[in-house]
T-cell receptor
Framework: SQTIHQWPATLVQPVGSPLSLECTVE??????LYWYRQAAGRGLQLLFY??????ISSEVPQNLSASRPQDRQFILSSKKLLLSDSGFYLCAWSFPGAGNTEAFFGQGTRLTVV | GQNIDQPTEMTATEGAIVQINCTYQ??????LFWYQQHAGEAPTFLSY????GLEEKGRFSSFLSRSKGYSYLLLKELQMKDSASYLCAVGIRRKNRDDKIIFGKGTRLHILP
């Protein structure tokens, strides 16, 4: 069976500090991978998605970047955090190819920038 | 562009039926999903529709009309544990393997005893 791991669960970081959130998937190959952000009381905003190693698509201009150094590893980064980067970050995966399978979510990282 | 609309909040009574509507305008439509999200938790998958019509799964049903860009989630025999946000999401496929899933802002459902 497939599992997704996302860490850390909670993070408090000062403004201007760097960020690295990691997500790994087990039990499947070549998954589609996603990073979403959810502001308090809001829906999920798609930040990045990837259909393969080194292939990253960005949905919105922002202070963040994503990388996929290995098939089942997806990393969200920032060089200098802003207050507006606070939120609930969710990594997700789906089966490759068709785009018609559901996304399976990690448990999320609650980031507070202070 | 891509746009998904659903009501911000709804209130219903325990034991009743509630319908949560979702309208969308997207290109490369490749299916519609409904997720449930409890406060502070990750979303969990409820249903998927790619063809027109009704899909029933226990107390939950989901309907899709592709020509109208419209879906609804129907919850029957409401229970207090159904208090949550319900997210409508659309699968997008624009070219070979350029797949993504985008979400609406969610409908917060309050269940009253």
């Amino acid at each position: 069976s497939q599992t997704i791991h996302q860490w850390p669960a909670t993070l408090v970081q000062p403004v201007g500090s760097p960020l690295s959130l990691e997500c790994t998937v087990e039990g499947t190959s070549n998954p589609n991978l996603y990073w979403y952000r959810q502001a308090a009381g809001r829906g999920l905003q798609l930040l990045f998605y990837s259909v393969g190693i080194g292939q990253i698509s960005s949905e919105v201009p922002q202070n963040l970047s994503a990388s996929r150094p290995q098939d089942r590893q997806f990393i969200l980064s920032s060089k200098k955090l802003l207050l507006s980067d606070s939120g609930f970050y969710l990594c997700a995966w789906s089966f490759p190819g068709a785009g018609n399978t559901e996304a399976f979510f990690g448990q999320g990282t609650r980031l507070t920038v202070v | 562009g891509q746009n998904i609309d659903q009501p911000t909040e709804m209130t219903a009574t325990e034991g009743a039926i509630v319908q949560i509507n979702c309208t969308y305008q997207t290109s490369g439509f490749n299916g519609l999903f409904w997720y449930q999200q409890h406060a502070g938790e990750a979303p969990t998958f409820l249903s998927y529709n790619v063809l027109d019509g009704l899909e029933e799964k226990g107390r939950f049903s989901s309907f899709l009309s592709r020509s109208k860009g419209y879906s609804y989630l129907l919850l029957k025999e409401l229970q207090m544990k159904d208090s949550a946000s319900y997210l409508c999401a659309v699968g997008i496929r624009r070219k070979n393997r350029d797949d993504k899933i985008i979400f609406g802002k969610g409908t917060r459902l309050h269940i009253l005893p």
